[in-house]
């Protein structure tokens, strides 16, 4: 090919910023849903295009599936499914209508004997799960997927049948948690930060806190990460940091933490960001997919948790 004598341009530099390198990131490996919601986060997209790539995860029945949560595969609709819905809904404001009046219905239909969720509905059995998410034929209540939910409808104000002993369910389990692990005080956070008993919430919020701290459930020195139990079941190194549990500073979780320990988890937050630009999952990798998937939803997240703390991200 002939020369014509045009100057070269220069290499484009590579980005510098958190919110850049996650950019960046997220364009190389997230699902479309993950590339709408970072831009309606960080570079002003809309909700519509958000909505859009949810529908794509709706099933006939009102829940959600199509490995919406990484770790579930297969087409099935599922509480944790449709707990993630919730949360993409609520992310852009769309956390009402229809919508989420038909994924009340789906959520009764699920629900165990005491109106509340089960973590695992037997119906995808035939499909792959995380072997940390065991399917059984009569799953129990579980806090980790009712209180997240019952906590964004409240702050929603959906009003539901479904919501009033699904509440007494959360109110109950809150109360009487006596030993724990971090993903369940995570969903009793979930539902306090929204409950409408705002006094109530606020005391078993304060008890929540001291358990936390008497049973070593939140790393607070990142540089002495070995004084910190790693709980049962859990990934090695699997700690959980005090933004983990107070992802705002509105959240009651807030109080458990002194202003230095909250600076310096987040400090180690800004520090995880990766070469590629993302955030590591600290989760248990069972299979390829389901940990490609995962890590633009929590890059997105630590980004968030960054912001919303007023630290620079770009």
């Known amino acids: 090919m002939a020369e014509t004598g045009a100057t070269a341009l220069p290499p484009t530099p590579p980005p510098h910023t ?3 390198r996650a950019e960046r990131f997220v364009w190389l490996t997230a699902r479309v849903l993950e590339q709408r919601l970072f831009a309606h986060h960080f570079r002003d997209g809309g909700a519509d295009p958000v909505e859009t790539a949810l529908d794509a995860y709706r099933n006939d029945d009102g829940g959600y599936g199509h490995a919406l949560e ?3 595969r297969g087409p099935v609709s599922q509480p ?5 819905a919730l949360r993409v809904l ?3 404001g769309r956390c009402a209508g229809q919508r989420v009046e038909r994924m009340c219905r789906y959520l009764t239909s699920v629900s165990t004997a005491d109106g509340a969720l089960p973590a695992i509905h037997p119906g995808r059995r035939d499909y792959p799960t995380a072997p940390f998410v065991p399917v059984v034929d009569d799953p129990p209540s579980d806090l980790l997927a009712t209180g997240p939910v019952v906590g964004l409808l409240h702050r929603n104000e959906v009003w539901h049948a479904w919501l009033f002993r699904a509440t007494d369910f959360c109110w109950q389990a809150v109360e009487s948690l006596e030993k724990s692990h971090p993903y369940e005080i995570e969903a009793a956070v979930a539902f306090l930060d929204s409950a409408p008993d705002r006094p109530r919430a ?3 919020a304060d008890r929540l806190g001291r358990l936390v701290r008497a049973q070593g459930l939140a790393a607070l020195d990142p540089d ?3 004084a910190y139990p790693v709980s049962p079941g859990y990934a090695p190194g699997e700690h959980h940091f005090p933004y983990d549990y107070a992802r705002t500073p509105r ?4 109080a458990w933490f002194t202003d230095d320990e909250m600076a310096r988890s987040l400090d180690h937050l800004a520090a995880q960001q990766q070469e590629d630009g993302g955030w590591p999952v600290r989760w248990r990798q069972w299979a390829p997919a389901p940990a490609l998937e995962a890590r633009p939803m929590v890059t997105i997240e630590a980004l968030r948790a960054l912001h919303a703390y007023g630290r620079a991200i770009g």
């Open 18 to 20: 958190p919110v850049a």
């Open 70 to 72: 990484p770790d579930l």
């Open 80 to 84: 944790l499914h449709t707990a993630r």
């Open 90 to 92: 609520d992310a852009v």
């Open 202 to 204: 606020e005391a078993a």
């Open 224 to 226: 002495d990460l070995d």
């Open 251 to 254: 959240s009651l979780a807030r």
